[in-house]
């Protein structure tokens, strides 16, 4: 561990680390030095983080949006009244100060005595979802990745042998760090609604690290992909394979009704936006369509009309936590070049602020990282 110190206090290794030490704004999260590192348990493995991503759980956890309380868009500030007891994705409070950031690329350090000892030099990517190790299924008993327990926005993070996965891929640290969360989560929203080759889907927000991940995703699997974006990163959203884009301006309504226009009524419907715009997006489905969700940044409350549901046997899908087996899956399609990387910037942990900042602007392409090497 060379890059760690010794505390005056306990004598023990220390780290760099953003600590989140509450609920509110960027002000809340203080870099420091005399982080003690963890010790891996008899089943972890210590990772020396190289870089690790920044995705909207870091946000909406600090902010307090999981509340049922809050109903506003996923703006990063405005919650002041949102109850803390209900604050994270789990519906539970968050235990201060904490560590976060779920999107690691680094090199195992050290294992306990139960963890693979090859792991050790090897560089890894880590899954970010948590699962009890003797009861995978029980999705009560699933925790994530700087939510539950410590992240990697630090120079070292311990986490179960079973989650760090090495790959083999040339790609630098920081875009290897672009695919935990977002890829993971288009992949498994994909699986969900069983998309096939042949099919089309519309992605709504597809300039975003979950969108763009849909788009190589569904492209991967030969779908027909329709996406909406802003009209300055059209261009991008098509080079990374979208059959056609509509550019976003004005009302929702107007942007699905032009969609429809390039390719609906669709099999399918991905959707991290929600807000207002849900209902159209049903309505733009074909007869037993699927829509699945997995975020909901302009707004978690919407309104639909039911009988667009049952007259047209639509399937509605949430999609949070995925089953064995699709990680394994993400790395193979890493390793084998069949997605691409799509790196929207980079942060040192010193700017962890404004990096979060610069993500709730919703300004770049793809994905934000805060890198530590």
Same mark, same amino acid.
Request: overall charge negative.
């Given at each position: 561990?060379?890059?760690?110190?010794?505390?005056?206090?306990?004598?023990?290794?220390?780290?760099?680390?953003?600590?989140?030490?509450?609920?509110?704004?960027?002000?809340?999260?203080?870099?420091?030095?005399?982080?003690?590192?963890?010790?891996?348990?008899?089943?972890?493995?210590?990772?020396?983080?190289?870089?690790?991503?920044?995705?909207?759980?870091?946000?909406?956890?600090?902010?307090?949006?999981?509340?049922?309380?809050?109903? &506003?868009?996923?703006? $990063?500030?405005?919650? !002041?009244?949102? @109850?803390? *007891? +209900?604050?994270?994705?789990? #519906? =539970?409070? /968050?235990?201060?100060?904490?560590?976060?950031? &779920?999107?690691?690329? $680094?090199?195992?350090? !050290?294992?306990? @005595?139960? *963890? +693979?000892?090859?792991?050790? #030099? =090897?560089? /890894?990517?880590?899954?970010?979802?948590?699962?009890?190790?003797?009861?995978?299924?029980?999705?009560?008993?699933?925790?994530?990745?700087?939510?539950?327990?410590? #992240?990697?926005?630090?120079?070292?993070?311990?986490?179960?042998?079973?989650?760090?996965?090495?790959?083999?891929?040339?790609?630098?640290?920081?875009?290897?760090?672009?695919?935990?969360?977002?890829?993971?989560?288009?992949?498994?929203?994909?699986?969900?609604?069983?998309?096939?080759?042949?099919?089309?889907?519309?992605?709504?927000?597809?300039?975003?690290?979950?969108?763009?991940?849909?788009?190589?995703?569904?492209?991967?699997?030969?779908?027909?992909?329709?996406?909406?974006?802003?009209?300055?990163?059209?261009?991008?959203?098509?080079?990374?394979?979208?059959?056609?884009?509509?550019?976003?301006?004005?009302?929702?309504?107007?942007?699905?009704?032009?969609?429809?226009?390039?390719?609906?009524?669709?099999?399918?419907?991905?959707?991290?936006?929600?807000?207002?715009?849900?209902?159209?997006?049903?309505?733009?489905?074909?007869?037993?369509?699927?829509?699945?969700?997995?975020?909901?940044?302009?707004?978690?409350?919407?309104?639909?009309?039911?009988?667009?549901?049952?007259?047209?046997?639509?399937?509605?899908?949430?999609?949070?936590?995925?089953?064995?087996?699709?990680?394994?899956?993400?790395?193979?399609?890493?390793?084998?070049?069949?997605?691409?990387?799509?790196?929207?910037?980079?942060?040192?942990?010193?700017?962890?602020?404004?990096?979060?900042?610069?993500?709730?602007?919703?300004?770049?392409?793809?994905?934000?990282?805060?890198?530590?090497?």
């Amino acid at each position: 561990m060379t890059a760690a110190t010794l505390s005056s206090e306990t004598g023990g290794p220390t780290m760099r680390a953003a600590l989140l030490v509450g609920h509110g704004g960027p002000e809340m999260i203080q870099v420091r030095d005399d982080v003690p590192v963890p010790a891996p348990g008899p089943d972890e493995v210590l990772i020396e983080v190289a870089a690790c991503g920044i995705n909207n759980t870091d946000i909406n956890t600090r902010v307090s949006w999981y509340s049922k309380s809050v109903t &506003a868009a996923t703006s $990063g500030e405005g919650y !002041a009244d949102a @109850d803390a *007891a +209900d604050s994270t994705w789990g #519906g =539970r409070g /968050v235990e201060f100060p904490r560590i976060q950031g &779920a999107d690691v690329v $680094g090199r195992v350090v !050290a294992g306990g @005595d139960h *963890a +693979d000892a090859d792991l050790v #030099g =090897r560089r /890894v990517m880590v899954e970010p979802w948590l699962k009890d190790p003797a009861d995978p299924a029980d999705r009560s008993k699933a925790r994530y990745l700087g939510s539950e327990v410590d #992240g990697g926005f630090a120079e070292y993070v311990a986490v179960p042998a079973v989650n760090a996965y090495p790959v083999d891929s040339e790609l630098p640290d920081a875009e290897l760090a672009t695919f935990a969360c977002a890829s993971s989560t288009a992949e498994h929203m994909l699986q969900r609604i069983r998309l096939t080759g042949g099919e089309s889907i519309a992605v709504p927000g597809a300039s975003g690290g979950v969108g763009s991940a849909l788009v190589q995703l569904a492209r991967r699997r030969g779908a027909r992909v329709v996406a909406v974006s802003g009209a300055s990163k059209a261009a991008q959203v098509l080079e990374l394979g979208a059959d056609a884009v509509v550019a976003r301006q004005g009302p929702e309504h107007d942007v699905a009704a032009a969609v429809e226009a390039n390719g609906g009524p669709f099999d399918a419907v991905a959707d991290v936006v929600g807000g207002d715009a849900v209902g159209t997006w049903l309505d733009a489905l074909t007869g037993r369509g699927r829509y699945v969700t997995s975020g909901a940044i302009a707004g978690p409350i919407t309104e639909i009309d039911l009988r667009a549901v049952y007259l047209n046997d639509l399937e509605l899908h949430g999609a949070t936590i995925y089953g064995p087996g699709l990680f394994a899956d993400l790395v193979g399609y890493i390793e084998r070049g069949e997605i691409r990387p799509v790196l929207g910037g980079t942060f040192p942990l010193e700017r962890i602020r404004e990096a979060q900042e610069a993500f709730v602007s919703k300004e770049h392409f793809g994905n934000l990282v805060i890198t530590l090497s």
